[in-house]
């Protein structure tokens, strides 16, 4: 039993090293720093999250009004809306950055969609446009291809 165990440690052994020597000499180790080096490092990512977080609060203030039947408010914050994006829309991420650009474009053309229905004071006319702009968020999210690591 003993010679099992012996071949079994020298078969691991120079498993080990053919790994180890076939990693080293493909450069395994210098790909994985040159990648990280290449990818581009997105400074607005902060920023750009504190406006999205202003973006959720706003959308969550129309659909607790929307749920209950009123408008008051909803098409000033349809317009704040439209303006927290066309900020947003001038920091875009390192990549992406086209698409991004068309779903902000779009995102504000849906907040005045809102802000329309809205002022006909019916919150039926308006849950239509509501749920219509809080898709291109999700459609953004979605396709917008986001570095997992950020």
């Known amino acids: 039993m003993k010679a099992h165990v012996y071949r079994l440690m020298v078969g691991l052994c120079l498993f080990l090293l053919v790994a180890a020597v076939s990693i080293t000499a493909c450069g395994g180790g210098e790909e994985a720093v040159e990648e990280t080096a290449a990818e581009p490092v997105d400074e607005n990512l902060s ?3 504190e406006k999205m977080k202003q973006i959720s609060a706003l959308c969550g203030g129309i659909q ?7 408008t008051t408010d909803v098409s000033e914050d349809a317009k ?4 927290i994006m066309a900020e947003v829309a001038m920091i875009p991420p390192p990549f992406d950055t086209e698409k991004y650009k068309f779903y902000a ?3 504000q053309t849906k907040a005045d969609t809102l802000a329309m229905a ?3 004071g019916s919150a039926d006319d308006s849950k239509p446009a509501f749920v219509t702009l809080t898709e291109t968020c999700g459609v953004c999210h979605y396709t917008c291809k986001y570095p997992l690591d950020l």
């Open 64 to 70: 607790k009004m929307l749920k209950a039947g009123s």
């Open 47 to 49: 920023a750009r999250q």
């Open 105 to 107: 474009a779009d995102f």
């Open 80 to 83: 704040k809306l439209k303006a």
């Open 118 to 120: 809205s002022e006909s």
